[in-house]
């Protein structure tokens, strides 16, 4: 999945159409970037200066992506003066973390190895 070229949406239209609500959001959490973002922001709120700086990422991107996640409802922000924080809006995000690290341990990140990661249908 990527970003729209506008920055705005996680999913193209014609995607969400026909995307159940927890593929969305699984969706949402499949690109790298994106996780590592709320990964980060798990441990607490923090400026696009400073997730430029602690993920080596473009301004621009992190913007896009943020932009992305809080069009998901996963990511807010609140204004302090010229500056806007970031944070998670749902503390069960943090939970589906653990769950999601828990699982790839118990399974030796043999999801790694499925096709179906690459991008392939399974049928």
């Known amino acids: 999945m990527t970003i729209n070229a506008d920055g705005g949406s996680c999913?193209?239209?014609?995607?969400?159409?026909?995307?159940?609500?927890?593929a969305?959001?699984?969706h949402s959490l499949g690109d790298?970037?994106?996780?590592?973002i709320v990964a980060r922001l798990a441990l607490g709120e923090a400026r696009v200066v400073d997730l430029t700086a602690e993920l080596g990422l473009a301004q621009?991107?992190?913007?896009?992506?943020?932009?992305c996640l809080r069009d998901c409802g996963l990511v807010g922000y609140?204004?302090?003066?010229?500056q806007s924080f970031y944070s998670?809006?749902?503390?069960e995000l943090t939970g589906l973390l653990?769950?999601?690290?828990?699982l790839l341990a118990a399974t030796?990140?043999?999801?790694?190895?499925?096709?179906?990661?690459?991008?392939?249908a399974v049928r």
Do not use: M, N, Y
Request: with cysteine; net charge positive; hydrophobic share 45%.
């Open 88 to 91: 998670l809006t749902r503390p």
């Open 11 to 22: 999913v193209r239209a014609d995607i969400a159409a026909g995307v159940s609500p927890a």
């Open 98 to 102: 653990v769950a999601a690290e828990h």
């Open 78 to 82: 609140r204004a302090q003066g010229r």
């Open 108 to 120: 030796g990140h043999a999801v790694a190895l499925c096709p179906a990661g690459a991008g392939e």
């Open 60 to 67: 621009s991107t992190v913007s896009k992506h943020l932009a």
């Open 24 to 26: 969305a959001l699984f």
């Open 32 to 36: 790298e970037t994106r996780l590592r």
